[in-house]
């Protein structure tokens, strides 16, 4: 399947979280961004989560990305326009290795 690369025009960062210590011994969850890219940022429609037989309340997303070097975990997190999203989903998209879809929910604050 034929990606026009221009539709990959929003930034996204995927990022983990660091458990440290800070000087009084407490431990503090930091972010550490592992990747800045361009995707495709799309929200799956009702028909879809119908079809799925899916909670409706949940908004899914989906992200496009050009596969990169760095190997996508699910315990890594997808920071969008200030948003974390989960991830609960990635597919290397039409079995080519160039293009990786990422199913995610956000997650709340």
């Not at 979280?17 to 890219?37: A, N, P, Q, R």
């Not at 890594?76 to 948003?83: A, E, N, P």
């Amino acid at each position: 399947m034929q990606i026009n690369p221009g539709v990959l025009n929003k930034k996204i960062q995927i990022i983990c979280y660091i458990l440290t210590k800070d000087l009084d011994g407490f431990e503090v969850k930091t972010e550490e961004v592992l990747l800045k890219t361009w995707a495709q940022v799309s929200n799956k429609s009702g028909k879809e989560i119908y079809d799925a037989d899916s909670d409706f309340s949940v908004v899914q997303t989906r992200f496009l990305v050009r596969t990169p070097k760095l190997v996508i975990d699910k315990d890594y997190k997808i920071k969008f326009r200030g948003k974390i999203y989960e991830i609960i989903y990635i597919n290397d998209y039409s079995f080519d290795g160039i293009y990786t879809e990422i199913l995610t929910n956000e997650v709340e604050k």
